[in-house]
């Protein structure tokens, strides 16, 4: 049986109809499972449970952009509940690629610099700064080091010859006590929430997450920087 021009023409054109639609399909349904598996990542965050949340969000992962959000939610998990910045690095430089004039951008790349930092300092064991700011540094150090300690030897001679102590060393030690005195008598604390961690409590006081030994350390009930306990109050030194 012959087909006329214009039927064949009618069935090209119900063909490629039927594939597009297909192929439409398969899109609704990798992108509705996609939704599926961040919106139960969520949950677990929510809960706690930050292992599980991570698998479920890189299940969701499928190289698209429609997976940049799925990147910088991982990217905030890591950073704000984990305190892992290098992880955190990794998935805010992928949302960026997938989305480049994305609503989080500016976010992300401010993020990115305090992470960045963060592991630049963790890895020296001190404050970044420049050869020449060193330098710098150490010759203010050394001549107000050399200031101070004529001024210590000549307050001590004035001592010696009058029997009193040193006027440096009282005022020390009055500025030392009126410290704790105010510290105790104004302390700043925090109660934890659900879902806090040490890191994420230095960025509400700090804005930087690198700062969490330092309240570690200021509460020495602290066992675990990750597992608070909710309701507990911290002293945010």
């Given amino acids: 049986m012959l087909w ?40 677990k965050a929510t809960e706690g449970d930050y292992l599980h ?3 479920l969000y890189e299940a969701a992962l499928d ?16 950073d704000d509940k ?40 963790s890895l020296s064991g001190d404050s970044v700064v420049t050869r020449a700011e060193v330098s710098r540094l150490k010759n203010e150090n050394l001549s107000l080091r050399k200031e101070i300690e004529e001024r210590w030897a000549s307050n001590r001679s004035a001592a010696s010859a009058s029997g009193k102590p040193a006027p440096g060393e009282a ?7 009126e410290t704790a005195k105010n510290f105790n008598r104004h ?7 659900s879902g806090d961690t040490l890191a994420s409590i230095s960025r509400k006081f700090y804005k930087t997450s690198a700062r969490w030994k330092e309240i570690r350390a200021a509460n020495p009930g602290v066992d675990d920087p990750e597992k608070l306990k909710v309701g507990e109050s911290l002293a945010i030194p």
Avoid: W
């Fill in 4 to 43: 006329s021009s214009d039927k064949l023409k009618t069935l090209r054109i119900l063909a490629t109809v039927s594939l597009l639609a297909i192929a439409t399909g398969c899109d609704r349904m990798t992108t509705s499972r996609g939704a599926q598996l961040a919106k139960e990542a969520e949950a």
């Fill in 53 to 55: 949340a991570v698998g």
């Fill in 63 to 78: 190289g698209s952009a429609q997976s940049a959000d799925v990147h910088y939610q991982l990217a905030l998990l890591y």
């Fill in 82 to 121: 984990m305190n892992d910045p290098l992880h955190a690095l990794h998935h805010f430089k992928r949302y960026l690629t997938l989305s480049p004039n994305g609503s989080h951008v500016a976010d992300a790349k401010s993020f990115m610099k305090r992470d960045e930092m963060t592991l630049m300092t």
């Fill in 171 to 177: 005022h020390a030690e009055k500025k030392t006590t």
């Fill in 187 to 193: 302390p700043r604390s925090y109660v934890v929430r």
